[in-house]
């Protein structure tokens, strides 16, 4: 189980002995959820980024993981040019305006390297730093790293009939290698993060179960980042669309933080705040301060 309750993110520190908020920010016009939510015509805008950043800052976001390429399953590469043209813009302004963790959620060494000397705190990589050059990019920089599970090479392909023999067991074997991996590297413990990829390579049973026995990943070492927000096993558990999957969303918050989540990365922000910390208050027998 991770004892640990500071994440070191460049000069930042954050807290984790309660669960934090992650709030989502695609500068993408594609992502599944929100593609194109801070463009103006088809040009991204910095000042929409950023009122949108600002408002879940006040909705009690503790961190902003911005995104320059979908991940959505199927979605195809960005250009690395066009990658850094859409996220370093917006990670320097929000670096000068608000005091927030900035993750920036990328697979490219190129772009990790210029996001940490923008401003970004964390480097959140759904390949786990497996391109070429992405590991000894991320180890280099003194940011925090969120390592994924991920069936299969890509987004692209990831959903080509995932199958496993115990998905918890193997979920929790890569995270441990992974884990390792980055600590042989020189990466403190406590700069690291590890989320189980729900939505990545797995079917609606995969993440049920996943979800179900997520404890047994605490055993790993690292915290535990989650990722469930309007994802697709919410829709087809509850047979919604992408723009009502909230409070099957607001489920699967509640029971991560039971299960040991210390992050959660989502799109509604206020909402799962509230969620957050009334689960916390009954598994502390204590509504706090």
Known sequence: MSTMTVLQCAERRLDLSTAQVMGILNVTPDSFSDGGSVYAGRRLSVELAL???????K?????IDIGGESTRPGAMPVPVEEELERVIPVVERLSRELDVVLSVDTSA??????AATAGAGLLNDV????????????????LALCV?????SSPATMQRRPSYEDVTAEVA???SYQQQRCQDAGVAVNRL?????????????????????MERLQNVGAPLLVGTSRKSMVGLTLDKPVDQRLYGSLATVALAVTKGAKILRVHDVAATVDVVRMTEAVINETAGE
């Open 51 to 57: 009122k949108k950043a600002e408002q879940m800052v």
């Open 193 to 213: 993060l590890l989320d189980p990829g729900f939505g990545f390579g797995k079917t609606l049973q995969h993440n049920l179960e996943l979800l179900n026995r």
């Open 127 to 142: 390949r786990s730093f497996s391109r070429p050059g992405a590991f000894e990019a991320a180890a280099a920089t003194d």
């Open 173 to 175: 074997h890569f995270l």
């Open 59 to 63: 909705d009690g976001a503790t961190l």
């Open 109 to 114: 060494a190129e772009v990790m390297a210029a």
């Open 148 to 152: 994924m599970h991920m069936q299969g």
